[in-house]
């Protein structure tokens, strides 16, 4: 072996979620553990979004009396995913059993999980061993102030900073319809005052998550680093022995006793491999961090990984409002157009989708309209009803609406044939699809695509609207559009994978010592997101496979 300036057990490159599971196995299995992040704060995309872990037959969901299986699980992945080279029924198999001792075992560590909701469907419900309730797992809101001010500085910011579990954040939205969510409002309220009194710092959501496994791996005694870009993997003899990073703006050989993993987010950031193997997708219309470029995808090439999967993307629909190019959190169309009594046309003025679907089908289904029809971007079509109803990208038009006009931003006529003058489409086709929605709500069944038949449908809609809180008319004027373009929170292929995260070559063969996990692989989904938390859920459970098989611990810790 090649000599190292140090040597670890393992060693992490990145530190997403799967990064920190991967590394409580090693430290309770008193291995030497070093995770090295290359930008100046923890936690990855992880840190920036929900923190949803999508797990078939948890314990939480037994806890609470819901009826699940690990074979209807499997079932759902078997009928969605596609036989593609990071996606084979054994990996599949693997996933579901190995996320539900996962959460098992960060439980057994200390680290409080929660329900992400009681109700937050499967993507695609209707499809066997769908889920109509929730399979979700979220963390417990943390208080950051418990890392102590170096590495609370250090953890990635979040979207949510307040003491709140997301299901309850998201309840917040409908605070005028409900007692019970004014009197939810009130106890967050009270916890947020009782904790500036008590010197908390709270976050929740994917920051509370990557919070806690930081905590939880700085208390196991595993060494983090940030600032520190792995370079080169260093490979001798058919194997990763270690790497070369830059510690200190210095040059480091490091070893690794018995494996690295990658876990090094993806390339949204890139945009020269976007234009490589996604062409027509965009890096500014990412929700990624600016560390998510992709150097490991191609070192772990060069010692001869495959890659599979580098076309696919989560894509996650975003409107161009005023200031989206400084948003922390690009401004979401999901929101906007999977609420009742809003449509999504392309350029020609027709409707081609079921707007309230799945985030990442949705934007496959933005990029496959466009090759026969201009639909990038599209036009989300409301009314006076929906404006005064329903937030724009999460805030209230009214708030915004004479700057959104002045930029050309929101376009506003007092009919749908004069708006369609304004976005460019055909008077009479605009005006032909309006009327057709509107016969669908009248009828209660959307005939072309089905929206409001399945029950993510229904979550995405007003959970106070009857008989169906997916549809509603576009009928007052006046009437209203925005722009919608598919962005995305991460690429979606990297390194080819086996059911234990082993990195394989072209002809199948495993590259000894090296794994890795989370979108630095080809997604185990194989091609298709079927819930939340399908992204960050792999990436913790292939983390968390990853160092059992490399301490030889596959038959312990379940």
């Known amino acids: 072996m090649s000599d190292f300036d140090e040597t670890f057990d393992w060693i992490v490159v990145g530190s997403g979620a799967g990064s920190m599971t991967s590394a409580l196995v090693m430290r309770q299995a008193g291995k030497r ?29 037994q806890k609470a009396g819901e009826i699940d299986s690990t074979e209807a699980g499997v079932k759902y992945l078997e009928h969605l995913a596609q036989n593609l080279p990071g996606s084979t029924p054994a990996k599949r198999r693997a996933y579901v059993t190995q ?6 075992f960060l439980i057994a560590q200390g680290i409080p999980m929660e329900r992400g909701a009681d109700f ?28 102590g001010p170096e590495w609370a500085a250090k953890l990635r910011p979040g979207f ?13 939205a409908w605070v005028g319809k409900s007692w019970k969510i004014k009197l939810l409002l009130l106890r967050i309220g009270l916890r947020l005052i009782a904790g500036k009194l008590t010197g908390k710092q709270w976050v929740s959501a994917g920051a509370a998550l990557q919070g806690r496994l930081l905590k939880a791996i700085l208390d196991a005694g595993a060494d983090v680093r940030t600032d520190s870009a792995v370079r080169e993997l260093v490979y001798e003899d058919g194997r990763v022995t270690g790497v070369v ?14 494996g690295v993993l990658v876990n090094a987010g993806g390339f949204a950031q890139n945009q020269a491999m976007r234009d490589h193997y996604m062409p027509g997708t965009q890096a500014a219309w990412s929700n990624t961090p600016e560390g998510d470029t992709g150097d490991m995808h191609t070192e772990m090439e060069r010692v001869g990984a495959e890659l599979g999967q580098m076309d696919q993307m989560v894509g996650y629909q975003m409107t161009r409002m005023p200031g989206w190019e400084q948003a922390f959190v690009k401004p979401p169309a999901q929101s906007l157009t ?28 933005m990029f496959e309209r466009n090759r026969t029809v201009p639909a990038i971007p599209s036009w989300a079509i409301f009314d006076a009803h929906f404006a005064e109803q329903y937030p724009i990208a999460g805030v209230k038009m009214a708030k915004y609406y004479q700057v959104w006009k002045d930029s050309g931003y929101l376009k506003e006529a007092e009919t749908p044939a004069a708006l369609a003058e304004l976005i460019g489409v055909p008077p009479t086709a605009l005006e032909t699809t309006v009327a057709r929605w509107n016969d669908f709500v009248d009828a209660g069944v959307d005939a072309d695509f089905g929206r409001g038949a399945r029950e993510y449908d229904k979550w995405l809609g007003d959970p106070f609207l009857k008989p169906n809180p997916a549809l509603a008319r576009i009928d007052k004027g006046p009437f209203y559009a925005v722009d919608v373009v598919p962005g995305d929170v991460s690429t979606y292929g990297g390194a080819v994978t086996d059911e234990r995260a082993q990195v394989l070559r072209p002809d199948g063969s495993v590259i000894n010592g090296l794994y890795a996990c989370g979108v630095s692989s080809a997604s185990v989904m194989g091609g298709v997101y079927v819930g939340a938390g399908a992204s960050i859920g792999p990436s913790m459970a292939f983390g968390f496979v990853a160092a059992k098989h490399a301490a030889g611990l596959e038959n312990t810790l379940a």
């Open 99 to 104: 996320s539900q001792k996962m959460i098992d």
């Open 33 to 61: 553990v070093l995770v090295l992040e290359k930008t100046p704060y923890v936690g990855g995309t992880t840190a920036k979004s929900g923190g949803v872990i999508w797990v078939p037959n948890n314990r939480l969901m």
């Open 338 to 365: 999977g609420k009742p009594g809003a449509i999504l046309v392309d350029q020609s003025g027709v409707r081609y989708m079921n707007e309230g679907g799945s985030y990442e089908l949705y934007c496959q289904n």
């Open 120 to 147: 937050w469907p499967d993507y695609y419900d209707e499809a066997p061993g769908g889920c109509k309730t929730s399979r979700t797992v979220v963390a417990r809101y943390f208080n950051k102030a418990e890392l």
């Open 245 to 258: 990073a830059m510690i200190e703006g210095q040059p480091r050989r490091i070893g690794a006793a018995l």
């Open 160 to 172: 949510v900073s307040q003491p709140a579990m997301l299901s309850e954040g998201m309840k917040l």
